[in-house]
């Protein structure tokens, strides 16, 4: 009788439950954080931000059953794996929710994420033909502009949005009334006095007191100092939660001072199905899914390293039929996340991480921890409590987690490029950080561009992407191997 592989182990219920619960709480803070920053950035009202942060839970525990569980022999690459929204997705998400904000621009995403998805699958089976184009200089570089692009979500949300009620400079009011009065006299007037033109508006300009506000600062210093001191002296599995702990503490805080209300908790149920297509039928843009397509080819080359070096992780030969069908779940998972309105998937790299510390290599935990979170997508006072934390207490925690993307960059780079002997990667990584760098620092760089191609340049990830792939080739040639992936993917777990 053949011993049963670690990974295929079935362990009992009690320990399945409590090692499937551990992988949650790992990634909990991560899953969550993406759904709150589109969900903003769409403008959409808060019951439907929790609805984005629901489906999100519920179908990052389906992708994980599909990946982890396996459905056929096309799906699922069968091995440990935790499966959520990937951050890659979010600097062009981003850009697509600030050009098309509220519920048609809602339908526009979730319309090119289900194209992308498709795409991805068809793509599947020849990603082993493109990873000699993403070497590790290449991966560490998107990767780090990735990580320094979401830090400007950070710090915003512990100082106050650049626009709405809480941007650096307001209207005076004495301004705006003497404005309302002059509009109120023209209209009183049968045309004698000019009418005030349509769309004329006062420019801000005096300091707003909501921006920066000292109590607002201090609540993101506790939570990031909370996050720091528990990473220090918590020891195993709650210094791998010290974000999600930092979270709590800095709920309760606001909670305590009166800043967080739970009126919207109350009145969310405790059950409710995630229906597709919350927001109406998908709109299909061509532009916005070739844009979409271009970060799933990012987000699978990543998962071919979290799959090889999981694979060495477990003792599991990754074949070439085994990693296809890891890469298509991802672009199933992603269509998922389309018609259930969430995001674009992939499999976590905490939680890859995660396997190595515990030693724990089967699979069935993976899926214990993907029943978890669907029974979480599936409790709506669960979205309700996230989306009513203020992001004063985001701030604190996303300077970390969003920090951590970028370290995890240079840690690629630091690890396995060769900057001594090959002065050509210094210039692929500083050009391509400087084009990622482009829509941060001069957001209006497109504005004599066709307005079609906006989605696909505004993304700094998409830019850097894009550099890095072409300098490597031409300075280094097609270069990168799948020893290369492996080796940066366990760089970046451990």
């Not at 609540?219 to 720091?228: D, K, P, Q, T, W």
């Not at 900057?419 to 990622?436: E, K, M, P, Q, W």
């Not at 830019?463 to 290369?484: H, M, Q, R």
Request: proline content about 6%.
């Amino acid at each position: 009788m053949s011993e049963t592989h670690p990974v295929d182990e079935i362990l009992p219920a009690p320990k399945l439950f409590t090692l499937g619960l551990q992988h949650v709480l790992v990634m909990y803070a991560g899953a969550i954080a993406v759904p709150l920053i589109i969900g903003r950035v769409l403008k959409l009202e808060p019951q439907d931000v929790a609805f984005l942060i629901s489906a999100d839970l519920f179908v990052c525990g389906i992708v994980t059953l599909l990946q982890s569980l396996g459905a056929t022999q096309w799906f699922g690459i069968k091995l440990p794996v935790m499966m959520g929204v990937t951050f890659a997705a979010v600097g062009p998400m981003v850009s697509i929710g600030l050009a098309n904000p509220g519920t048609d621009g809602a339908r526009m995403l979730f319309g090119a994420i289900i194209g992308a998805g498709v795409v991805a699958m068809i793509l599947a089976p020849f990603m082993s033909k493109m990873l000699r184009f993403f070497p590790p200089v290449v991966t560490g570089t998107i990767i780090l502009v990735i990580g320094v692009t979401l830090m400007r979500i950070g710090i915003n949300w512990i100082f106050g949005l650049p626009v709405g009620p809480t941007a650096p400079k307001t209207v005076d009011p004495a301004y705006a009334d003497w404005l309302k009065q002059v509009g109120d006299l023209a209209a009183a007037s049968g045309g004698a006095i000019p009418e005030v033109p349509k769309g004329l508006a006062l420019a801000p300009g005096v300091d707003n007191p909501l921006y920066a506000a000292p109590g607002n600062i201090l609540i993101s210093f506790v939570v990031l100092a909370s996050i720091l001191i528990i990473a220090k002296y918590g020891k195993g599995f709650f210094a791998n939660i010290a974000v999600l702990l930092g979270i709590i503490i800095g709920g309760v805080l606001t909670a305590a001072l009166g800043h967080m209300h739970f009126d919207k908790v109350g009145n969310a149920g405790w059950f409710a199905l995630i229906s597709p297509f919350h927001f109406g039928t998908p709109i299909f843009d061509p532009v916005m899914i070739v844009t979409m397509v271009l970060v799933m080819i990012v987000v699978m080359i990543e998962s071919t390293g979290m799959f090889l070096a999981l694979g060495d992780m477990t003792g599991r030969k990754i074949t070439p039929d085994r990693l296809a069908a890891g890469l298509r779940t991802d672009g199933l998972g992603t269509v998922i996340g389309g018609v259930f309105n969430t995001f674009p998937y992939t499999s976590f790299s905490q939680n890859v991480g995660l396997v190595g510390v515990t030693g724990i290599k089967s699979r069935f935990v993976c899926v214990a921890g993907g029943a978890i979170m669907i029974v979480l997508g599936l409790v709506p006072k669960m979205g309700a409590l996230v989306e009513a934390l203020p992001t004063t207490v985001l701030g604190g925690a996303g300077l970390v987690m969003f920090g951590m993307v970028a370290a995890t960059g240079i840690r690629i780079l630091a690890g396995g490029v060769n900057f001594a002997g090959n002065r050509h990667n210094l210039f692929i990584v500083a050009v391509s950080l400087g084009f990622g760098m482009i829509p941060l620092v001069a957001p209006d760089f497109k504005m004599w561009m066709p307005h079609a191609i906006h989605p696909l340049i505004d993304s700094g990830i998409l830019l850097a992407t894009i550099s890095a792939v072409v300098l490597n080739a031409f300075f280094n040639g097609a270069s990168g191997t799948e020893d290369d992936l492996k080796h940066a993917a366990e760089v970046a777990d451990h």
